[in-house]
């Protein structure tokens, strides 16, 4: 016994630890080489199980040879010759499982959907899935008619961000990693205003770093309301075009900014082109980026002395919501806590920031402001976002589905030493606003142009 029960040990010993070292070393090839194929077993094997239990299975008539049923009566034991016969019964039919595809993450999968059901079904079960298959997560990732696309994750993504943040051309920044595991990019030309809440140590801020490092190496002018006494935007100073810190201040620059606005509005008249990217390149202006840290301190009002103020305030920066897209005005609106009970003027302007991210908040309120009217899954995940991982967020993307992301840190010094490196490319404030009082374009053209929305 002994004489092959030690070499066996010895090999099963070595086996186990080639195992565990080629995981530590590369877990992406020892997944693809031993975790996939054992992974993609199980889910096969229990695919039946796990349908009937998540209720995604239907009923079906199916011929089979049974047994006829035995009558029993009391504790009596009946000896009958039981009789075998081909039948029409019930059974339940799991859906069809496509191509089980693997992926650096985890795994993709197919599932053709049965009689009556929908993509919404799936989206219910995702957390049942999830555990059935012992994995990290399931999202659905896409739908077409009768089938959805399946995505199982056997590992939380964000864990740790390595990826670089980068630019990735004009108005479009690299700033973290999505659940998926694909770059999460913040796009002005497709989603031109954003959102974003938070509260403190939450990540809002290191996102807010991250984006100016991006954007600081760009042809763009940044523009930063910080009221907060300048406390978070100033150390930015070298590549701000014009800062704001105080309310007074603020309203003299939004009335700048909508001078400006006007501005290409006539230029674009003036060229019969509907915004400005459709302009000659040698006329397009320079693209504005107005960063708004602490939205709430621009809406609260201690007196009643501060209301027409705060009313000119919010009414500026609607003006800006609705017509920058199409004149290259885009807004980063930022708050640690962003609720109706701040005035109406918080509810109109949330409706035109498309863009929507959410980080770790102290009250629901926020989190509905940001999330409410997206899925309901959405605000639940906002409030599971824990704090010992900061930078992660809830993410409305371009298209129109929430994911959880996380963005990459970068230090207040590192983005202080990209504000300062490229000082050179913040234009003059003076150079921008050149023509602001010489436009043809009325205020009553211009609210006219608001009712009916930004031009396309």
């Not at 039948?87 to 191509?99: A, F, S, T, Y």
């Not at 035109?352 to 980080?359: A, F, P, Y």
């Amino acid at each position: 016994m002994s004489d092959w029960l030690i070499p066996l040990t010895v090999i099963l010993v070595a086996v186990c630890t080639v195992l565990v070292v080629w995981h530590a070393l590369h877990p992406v090839s020892f997944w693809l080489c031993v975790g996939y194929p054992l992974k993609t077993a199980h889910v096969y094997a229990t695919w039946g199980n796990v349908a009937l239990g998540c209720t995604l299975t239907r009923k079906r008539r199916r011929w089979r040879y049974t047994f006829d049923g035995l009558p029993v009566v009391g504790h009596a034991t009946i000896s009958l010759a039981q009789r075998r016969k081909v039948r029409r019964v019930q059974i339940d039919k799991p859906p069809r499982l496509g191509l089980i595809r693997p992926h650096r993450l985890g795994f993709r999968v197919n599932v053709t959907l049965m009689d009556g059901q929908t993509p919404d079904d799936y989206t219910a079960r995702l957390s049942n899935l999830a555990h059935a298959w012992r994995v990290h997560s399931v999202r659905l990732v896409s739908s077409r008619p009768g089938r959805v696309t399946l995505l199982a994750t056997r590992g939380d993504p964000l864990s740790e961000i390595r990826i670089p943040l980068l630019s990735e051309g004009l108005l479009r920044v690299r700033v973290g990693l999505l659940e998926t595991g694909v770059p999460w990019l913040v796009d002005f030309r497709t989603v031109p205003h954003w959102l974003i809440t938070g509260a403190t140590q939450s990540g809002k801020s290191t996102l807010l770093n991250a984006l100016i490092t991006g954007l600081s190496a760009q042809p763009v002018a940044l523009v930063g309301f910080d009221l907060k006494g300048g406390v978070e935007l100033t150390a930015y100073g070298a590549r701000l075009s014009a800062i704001a810190t105080e309310r007074a201040e603020c309203v003299g620059l939004l009335n700048d900014l909508i001078c400006l606005v006007k501005t290409r509005m006539a230029l674009c008249r003036a060229n019969k082109a509907r915004n400005v990217w459709k302009l000659p390149e040698d006329l397009r202006p320079t693209p504005v980026v107005v960063l708004v840290d602490e939205v709430a301190e621009l809406f609260l009002m201690a007196h009643k002395g501060e209301k027409d103020e705060i009313a000119t305030t919010a009414t500026a920066l609607l003006r800006l919501a609705q017509l920058g897209r199409a004149f290259g005005v885009y807004l980063v609106v930022c708050g640690q806590r962003v609720g109706s009970d701040l005035g109406p003027g918080v509810t109109a302007l949330r409706s035109q920031l498309s863009g929507r991210i959410c980080h770790r908040v102290n009250d629901p309120e926020t989190a509905t402001m940001t999330l409410g009217d997206t899925d309901p899954a959405a605000l639940d995940a906002a409030r599971q976002i824990p704090a010992s991982m900061p930078g992660t967020a809830i993410v409305v993307s371009d298209d129109g589905r929430w994911y959880r992301a996380r963005s990459v840190y970068v230090s207040e010094e590192a983005a202080e030493a990209a504000a300062s490196q490229h000082a050179q490319l913040a234009p003059a404030w003076a150079d921008l606003l050149t023509g602001a009082d010489t436009v043809t374009v009325t205020d009553a053209e211009l609210e006219a142009l608001a009712r009916e929305g930004e031009p396309t």
